[in-house]
Nanobody, 121 residues
Framework: QVQLVESGGGLVQPGGSLRLSCAASGSIRSINNMGWYRQAPGKQRELVAR???????LYADSVKGRFTISRDNDKNTVYLQMNSLKPEDTGVYYC???????????????WGQGTQVTVSP
């Protein structure tokens, strides 16, 4: 069993910053790609950022230049630094990890519980 624990969400004014973290634990053999998704009320969940084992990154156009995804492999943790936040960034942010479990046959997708980010004056 693999668990993801998210933290760092909250209420912030436009132009402010937040740093999200997501730590994976449990029966992990290795971790491949990690990423962040978000879902606003009434909208579909969308990719925000993704980071690969090579450390290459992928961002949604709406957050490029403002958000930075990073990872600490020793801690099995992925971060999302969010700067210059806008009201449009409001939503529930979910951590997503592609992980190879100790007793699994191949990679599995694991989701975090979600953390609320609200950007409002």
């Amino acid at each position: 069993q693999v668990q993801l624990v998210e933290s760092g969400g909250g209420l912030v004014q436009p132009g402010g910053s937040l740093r999200l973290s997501c730590a994976a634990s449990g029966s992990i053999r290795s971790i491949n790609n990690m990423g962040w998704y978000r879902q606003a009320p009434g909208k579909q969940r969308e990719l925000v950022a993704r980071i690969f084992t090579s450390a290459a990154t992928l961002y949604a156009d709406s957050v490029k230049g403002r958000f930075t995804i990073s990872r600490d492999n020793d801690k099995n943790t992925v971060y999302l630094q969010m700067n210059s936040l806008k009201p449009e960034d409001t939503g529930v942010y979910y951590c997503n990890v592609n992980v190879v479990k100790l007793y699994g046959l191949g990679p599995s997708i694991v989701w975090g519980q979600g953390t609320q980010v609200t950007v409002s004056p």
